[in-house]
């Protein structure tokens, strides 16, 4: 008797965690679905995996849900680096806050989008941590505002980060990064600025992205169920010498993601040909491949 797999439980779209609501949405608003949710009491931490498109805009998305003394900080942190701070007190706490952008002068902001990974065979490249690559994490912080300190201020400009550059033999299953679309016009708002205390860590919130066709490959999405009705199993074996011939879904989602890694490889050989064409000897690198049965490792 063969066993049939265990069913993947239903993904959320939000977290609710510790009296706060977050959530990631792509550009249309509506939420990324929630993969694999996990929660460390002992840390505050909750953790997940959601599915990536490179040049897909996305937002990110927080409501205070109980009602207490304290105010509350917000953190972003793309691919280890931090992106965002800003504080909510007073009657701004109760509504729901929308980060989406990053102010890089004081008339233009870019949003966030997701990126395709940068590939190098340069080796200056290879013991560069990966550890954060991959990664969105939201810190939520307790705070209270002092009573004096006061001030007009605008909102600071910030120097975006560089794409990350991985060695393409270490990248272990990463395809995508943040990166950030093209300028938009955004005047700078003048806003009173209150110094505030910090009074522990509220929550933090770890979402890990990567393309769908590897979250099914390695069994943490589920696969697309046919749309005409339940799926059934059928016995049958259908051998065929042509097109017509039936393939598992399985090996299609495998081939797409492939594909997908095979055009970064190729991406950063177009690059390195372009940024020096002297001719000189080079090493042939080994070249894998998936095998049936094979997971690719998205954790580092």
């Known amino acids: 008797m063969h066993p049939y797999p265990k069913p993947l439980p239903t993904p959320h779209e939000r977290f609710t965690y510790n009296g706060f609501e977050v959530w990631v949405s792509s550009v249309d608003d509506k ?7 996990e929660y460390d009491e002992l840390k505050g931490e909750a953790t997940c995996w959601i599915p990536s498109k490179a040049g897909q805009a996305f937002s990110i998305w927080c409501q205070k849900k109980v009602s207490d003394e304290y105010g ?4 972003i942190f793309f691919d280890g680096q931090r992106v ?20 890089v002068s004081d008339d233009e902001c870019r949003t966030f989008v997701f990126g395709s990974i940068e590939l190098t065979d340069d080796d200056d490249y290879l013991h ?3 550890q954060t690559v991959g990664e969105i994490k939201i810190v939520i912080d307790r705070i209270k505002p002092e009573a004096t ?15 990350s550059k991985i060695h393409e033999r270490s990248k272990k299953g990463l395809v995508h990064q943040i990166n950030y679309g093209p300028a938009i016009r955004s005047k700078v708002i003048p806003y009173m600025h209150q110094p505030t205390q910090k009074y522990g860590t509220a929550a933090t919130f770890i979402y890990r992205y990567r393309p769908l066709e590897l979250l099914q490959a390695n069994g943490i999405a589920p696969r697309a169920s046919p749309v005409d009705g339940p ?3 059928d016995t049958k074996v259908e051998v065929s010498d042509g097109e017509d ?3 598992p879904e399985d090996i299609l989602a495998k081939e797409r993601a492939l594909l997908a890694e095979l055009e970064q490889v190729r991406i ?3 690059a390195a040909i372009a940024k020096d064409k002297r001719p000189k000897n080079r090493i042939k690198s080994e070249v894998t491949y998936f095998t049936p049965g094979e997971i690719i490792d998205l954790t580092l």
């Open 128 to 130: 560069d941590g990966l």
């Open 72 to 75: 509350y900080r917000v953190q």
């Open 84 to 103: 965002h701070k800003t504080s909510c007190l007073g009657s701004h706490i109760p509504l729901i806050q929308k980060y989406y952008k990053v102010r």
């Open 268 to 270: 950063a050989k177009r």
């Open 149 to 163: 300190g006061a001030r007009l201020t605008t909102s600071s400009t910030r120097v975006l980060p560089k794409p």
């Open 231 to 233: 799926l059934k199993i």
């Open 245 to 247: 011939a039936q393939i």
């Open 31 to 37: 939420a990324l679905p929630q993969y694999n949710e």
